[in-house]
C-alpha cells in the first residue's frame, strides 16, 4: 500500500557532501513523522534524523552540526543532507514514515529498503 524509496547514496572522501532523498508513495492519506535512520555492519540500526508533522527536527548527536534533515509535504519527500562526512558514517540509511493510509483511521511505521553511504578516509 505504501512504498518507501531512498536515492542519493554511493562513495564519497572523507569531508565530503552527499545528499539522500526518499519518496513516499500509494495509498497515503497523510504522513506524521518522517525520518532516517542508519546500520552499519554488525551494529544496531540507530536514528540519525527525524522530522515530525509539526516541523520539530531530532539529531543523533554524531551527526549535529554536520547532517540536515529536510521534507517537502507536498512531495511525500524527506530529504537529508550530509556534509563534512566521516569514515564512521558509513553505513546503510534507511527512510521511514508515520503514515496513515486511506480508509484506516490509525499510523503505522514504513521502511525504504536502504541506500549505501561509504565514506573513505
Known amino acids: 500500500q505504501v512504498q518507501l524509496v531512498e536515492s542519493g547514496g554511493g562513495l564519497v572522501q572523507a569531508g565530503g557532501s552527499l545528499r539522500l532523498s526518499c519518496v513516499a508513495s500509494g495509498s497515503i492519506s497523510s504522513i506524521n513523522a518522517m525520518g532516517w535512520y542508519r546500520q552499519a555492519p554488525g551494529q544496531q540500526r540507530e536514528v540519525v534524523a527525524t522530522f515530525t508533522s509539526g516541523g520539530w527536527t531530532n539529531y543523533a548527536d554524531s551527526v549535529k552540526g554536520r547532517f540536515t534533515i529536510s521534507r517537502d509535504n507536498a512531495k511525500n519527500t524527506v530529504y537529508l543532507q550530509m556534509d563534512s562526512l566521516k569514515p564512521e558514517d558509513t553505513a546503510v540509511y534507511y527512510c521511514?514514515?508515520?503514515?496513515?493510509?486511506?480508509?484506516?483511521?490509525?499510523?503505522?511505521?514504513?521502511w525504504g529498503q536502504g541506500t549505501q553511504v561509504t565514506v573513505s578516509s
Open positions: 521511514a514514515a508515520e503514515v496513515r493510509v486511506v480508509f484506516v483511521t490509525t499510523f503505522r511505521n514504513y
